[in-house]
């Protein structure tokens, strides 16, 4: 497979930044979230109110910075060889020729939320979604990030059906299937797998909504009833539950 560096030209909304809740972006008049916060609300949803709505600061964790760093290390050397190209290029070319591309952006305004998938593998055959996390244990909380990104990539892929400049590529006799996938961090090691198939959608667009009625105040924030998840957390001291 091919390293792919793609850019998504004809993919393009005005960003207003929330009033209150820091993180949050307003696209297309809805609020939007970054996909990462699913992993932090599997969690302990109340971390993300003292986060983002209380704008709590704390150090990075040990984990967080290894994380990072091992992060930017594949990405540069992703880069070393890849090719610049566009969205519905590589859609169009990996029908005939599997590619790779990293830190792909994806957005979509009408489920409310964006981030950065870490790797996706675009073959003949299928798409595969991938998140890297350190561990092999597939936490609930990570499969419903690595599911919304596979639901924000759907949703990329319908929205170019709908663009009259998209000239390379109809989406719309796009059979493929889209799976989301864990890797261990650094390795080969898919850990776990699954197609985003009807009831996984129906599963994370549930998840979301409940995310926006959290954002929106119709919703609580429910804090973690894992005390050892309380007793590692870095928000433990201005937790009002612990």
Known sequence: MKNKLINNPNIKYEAIKHPKINGIQIINGKNNFPISWLNQQGYCEYSLYLQYFKGIKTAPTQEMTLGTREHQKLEDKFKEDAVPTTFDEVLKTSMEEAAISREFF?????????????????????????????????????????????????????????????????????????????????????????????????????????????????????????????????????????
């Open 106 to 242: 994806v957005v979509a305004p009408e489920y409310g939320i964006r981030g950065f998938i870490d790797e996706i593998w675009m073959t003949p055959d299928e798409f595969v979604i991938i998140d890297d996390k350190p561990g092999k244990i597939p936490y609930p909380s990570t499969i419903n990030q690595v599911l919304a990104y596979s639901l924000a990539f759907k949703s990329m892929i319908n929205k170019l059906s709908e663009n009259p400049q998209t000239t390379l590529f109809s989406p719309k006799k796009d059979k493929r299937k889209i799976k989301a996938a864990l890797r261990e961090r650094g390795t080969d090691n898919i850990f776990w797998i699954d197609e985003f198939d009807e009831n996984n959608e129906k599963k994370i667009k549930f998840l979301v909504n409940r995310m926006h009625g959290l954002f929106e105040g119709s919703k609580p924030f429910l804090p973690t009833k894992n005390i050892n998840k309380c007793n590692k957390c870095r928000f433990q001291s201005y937790c009002e539950h612990f």
